[in-house]
């Protein structure tokens, strides 16, 4: 039986940090963009998604160097496939490549079999075009049956539940993986999916939810996930918004700037140190 398991005490960051922060960019194109009735694609709808890995994903490459921060990227496996010099572009960066579905499934939607094929599917193309595998998790919504099949998989960490602030624990007979919970405050709620919002009032809400968990880790430990899109965030505009967010984190102290797979190996590695060291291998 699968279950969750708060930590028995809050984790601790490396060089007495008190407050982790990811960055991770859900890196999709057109792949959320499904067929009209008439079975046409709506060509607008496509070109604005297709921004992020023809365009925006260099732009944002350029943010996070000049900021000298890394971040994970959840790459579906189409774009992976389609557009193999951005993805090699995020590896040499530095940066972190996770899974996010082939071509942006519906996960609820997906039958047992289907949602393991589109798993093992985008391991592999991830892997192929990597080097090495994913093992960061992050899909378009989640099925009952997700967290089974990462485990399964030797997956480290999934990032889908909004249900806590602090990373926990799913346990079951096969395993056990590491939960990086998410805020409601994405780009893409903030910008109205594609094509609205304000960066300023955006920029707002960025900065006060950082402020506030910054200030509460003067108590405990805490963890500040940020989840952008690179079709979104890497508009003229917006990119400044997403470089200004940066730097105002950047200037607080205490502030570890971490990957999901740093976090997640660091709380398996003080839970659980035999299952960190031979899933992480």
């Not at 922060?21 to 959320?32: A, I, K, N, Y």
């Not at 952008?228 to 470089?243: C, E, Q, V």
């Not at 730097?247 to 590695?269: C, D, N, P, Q, Y």
């Amino acid at each position: 039986m699968l279950t969750e398991r708060q930590l028995p005490e809050k984790i601790s960051w490396p060089h007495d940090n008190k407050l982790a922060v990811t960055l991770t960019f859900d890196f999709q194109g057109g792949e959320d963009v499904r067929p009209l009735a008439s079975g046409k694609i709506n060509h607008e709808e496509y070109t604005q998604a297709e921004y992020g890995p023809k365009t925006g994903i260099w732009r944002i490459l350029r943010i996070l160097a000049e900021n000298e921060v890394k971040a994970t990227f959840l790459v579906c496996g189409g774009i992976a496939e389609r557009y193999p010099e951005a993805v090699h572009a995020i590896v040499e960066g530095g940066h972190e490549v996770a899974g996010h579905g082939y071509h942006h499934e519906v996960a609820r939607d997906l039958s047992f079999d289907e949602e393991q094929k589109v798993i093992d599917d985008t391991t592999r193309m991830i892997s192929a075009r990597t080097g090495s595998r994913p093992f960061g998790w992050r899909s378009c919504t989640q099925s009952p049956n997700s967290i089974e099949l990462l485990i399964a998989q030797g997956y480290l960490w999934n990032s889908n539940s909004f249900s806590y602030d602090f990373p926990f624990l799913w346990e079951s007979e096969n395993g056990k993986l590491v939960e990086l919970p998410r805020q409601p405050f994405g780009d893409g709620r903030l910008y109205g999916h594609r094509d609205m919002g304000n960066p300023n009032d955006t920029l707002v809400v960025w900065k006060s939810f950082f402020d506030e968990l910054h200030a509460e880790s003067d108590r405990t430990p805490s963890f500040c996930p940020f989840q952008f899109h690179p079709y979104i965030s890497s508009r003229p505009g917006r990119a400044k918004a997403l470089t200004e967010l940066i730097g105002h984190m950047r200037a607080h102290k205490g502030v570890w700037f971490a990957t999901g797979s740093e976090v997640a190996r660091l709380i398996l590695a003080r839970t659980q140190p035999e299952a960190a060291v031979s899933r992480a291998s």
